[in-house]
């Protein structure tokens, strides 16, 4: 990707913290590499490169800067919004698929060759897979380092890792200092075993009170609450259950996470941020809305209003179908009796110790806190400890619930269990690197689901920034609220003009009404 040496600089001159996570500085110079709104003196022309990752200048030679800390900076919103292979290859390897599944998996989700794949994140990013995953184990790994009491053995495997080894060698790389001197820096928070606090940063503004607001409204026991202007939220995550305690602040959004496995930190931190879309650019957004004479007032009392997306793609599925042609009360009455007829406890064999914990090898060591392990055993682990959320059921228990589990028309139920079954066979990819073209033909596929429901998906889980529901009722409310046409193929023409933001004119109207 080439990236225009003048715009980069004057960027870098004015110290404009929304170019932050678009790219990044080398200083040749001193050998290390900034994110753009560095607080440090502006470098000299002829010693400045510029990169479009940080796993880019780490391949030149670059060590991060200790000042600005850029492999903490809020990721590019073009990775955020492209729906190319690019775009869904970034979202997969902040989610740890590489980590999990290595290159090969993740070519293999992508439907690519290796080469291939390398050959096009080179082009784009200027570092391959290996690359870019290995920036992310060392930003983990500093996360752990100086959030937590754990040995510096036991983080470099929680970071995703090979050996000791490796994680020592990476870390000087990045950090320009061995991991010891990054634990001495600070001191390690004290939030129990398997806690991670972590900073979310975001570009400004971030209207943090309509996030809460939709959130709030869509709550369901024991999965998710808002409280206090903090949101609470059960995880399902790879290697197990967690708990995400998210608390928007001035240009971060706190984050503290409640984990049976630290190996889950990065797809719980890539869950977190898509969320509440924390790799947004707002001012993009809000300048083309704002230049609708009819949204104009709105974006100036509101701006940065995000999209709130979603951690299970499967879960905002069922509720999306549960809600079709009911109030938002009804659909949470009844998806609150769904999860009421799904029992918590797993047959005694399947029990394991909330005392036990699964070690990088895999074995399991008493006395130690619960590790990795299958979805349907962690969460039992999970729900054995009393105050943590347990998440939304999988589709695997979905498809168990009995008829009379389901408070809701036939059709309604059948639908879900269509979608479960896709979810079960593979043949529905509801995650964030899901192709989101294939994903929306297959969804419009599916009996029971028409227009609205694979528009509200694609927003809010295939995170497309451009998606309409010109049928929806309250949209047509709020655009008949700012004196905007509601018939839907009148609104939906005169919404072309909010491309490629669609996406977020949906929440304004949503709120206008």
């Not at 997969?92 to 060759?113: E, K, N, S």
């Not at 719980?268 to 707002?282: M, S, Y």
């Not at 927003?459 to 004196?483: E, I, K, N, Q």
């Amino acid at each position: 990707m080439e990236l225009d040496f003048e715009r980069c600089y004057r960027a870098v001159d004015s110290r404009d913290q929304r170019f932050d996570g678009w790219f990044y500085t080398g200083v040749t110079s001193t050998g290390i590499y900034c994110r753009p709104s560095c607080p440090a003196v502006t470098p000299k022309r002829r010693n400045v490169r510029f990169f479009p990752s940080s796993a880019a200048a780490q391949r030149a030679g670059l060590r991060a800067c200790r000042r600005c800390r850029p492999d903490a900076s809020p990721g590019s919103p073009e990775w955020d919004a492209r729906a190319d292979v690019v775009g869904r290859a970034m979202r997969l390897i902040a989610d740890g698929v590489v980590d999990r599944d290595g290159v090969p998996g993740l070519a293999a989700r992508l439907g690519y060759t290796e080469r291939h794949l390398h050959r096009m994140l080179r082009a784009e990013l200027g570092a391959g897979p290996l690359a870019l995953a290995r920036a992310q184990r060392a930003q983990s790994a500093r996360t752990l380092i100086e959030t937590t009491g754990l040995g510096l053995a036991e983080i470099a495997f929680a970071a995703g890792f090979g050996s000791v080894r490796q994680f020592n060698d990476t870390v000087r790389d990045v950090f320009g200092v061995p991991p010891s001197q990054l634990r001495s820096a600070r001191k390690p928070a004290t939030g129990g075993a398997g806690t991670v606090t972590v900073r979310l940063a975001y570009r400004p503004p971030l209207h943090a009170a309509a996030l809460l607001d939709f959130l709030a409204r869509r709550t369901l026991p024991g999965v998710d609450e808002v409280r206090d202007g903090t949101y609470h939220r059960g995880l399902r995550l790879p290697h197990g259950p967690g708990e995400a305690v998210l608390t928007p602040a001035d240009g971060y959004v706190l984050a503290t996470l409640r984990l049976t496995d630290l190996r889950d930190l990065a797809p719980a931190v890539a869950r977190c941020r898509h969320l509440f879309d924390l790799d947004a650019d707002p001012v993009a957004v809000d300048q083309t809305l704002g230049a609708d004479p009819a949204l104009a007032e709105a974006v100036a009392a509101e701006p940065g209003i995000r999209v709130p997306r979603a951690v299970d793609g499967f879960e905002t599925a069922v509720r999306a179908i549960a809600t079709q042609q009911v109030s938002l009360a009804s659909a949470r009455t009844t998806l609150t009796r769904l999860l009421a007829a799904i029992p918590d406890a797993p047959p005694a064999d399947d029990r394991v110790s909330p005392g036990d914990r699964v070690s990088p090898a895999g074995a399991v060591s008493p006395g130690d806190r619960a590790g990795a392990g299958d979805g349907d055993r962690g969460t039992d682990r999970l729900r054995d400890r009393p105050g943590w959320l347990r998440g939304f059921p999988t589709a695997e228990e979905v498809l168990r619930v009995p008829d009379a589990g389901f408070r809701m028309p036939v059709g309604r139920r059948e639908t879900i269990r269509r979608v479960a079954r896709a979810v079960v066979d593979g043949g529905l990819d509801l995650a964030p690197g899901g192709d989101r073209q294939e994903t929306t033909r297959r969804l419009a596929a599916t009996a029971g689901i028409g227009p609205w429901t694979t528009g509200y998906l694609a927003m809010r889980v295939l995170g497309d920034p451009d998606a309409f529901l010109p049928t929806d009722l309250a949209v047509r409310r709020g655009a008949a609220a700012l004196g905007l046409p509601d018939d839907p193929t009148t609104l939906d023409a005169y919404a072309a003009a909010w491309r490629p933001w669609r996406s977020y004119a949906v929440i304004r109207l949503w709120r206008a009404a």
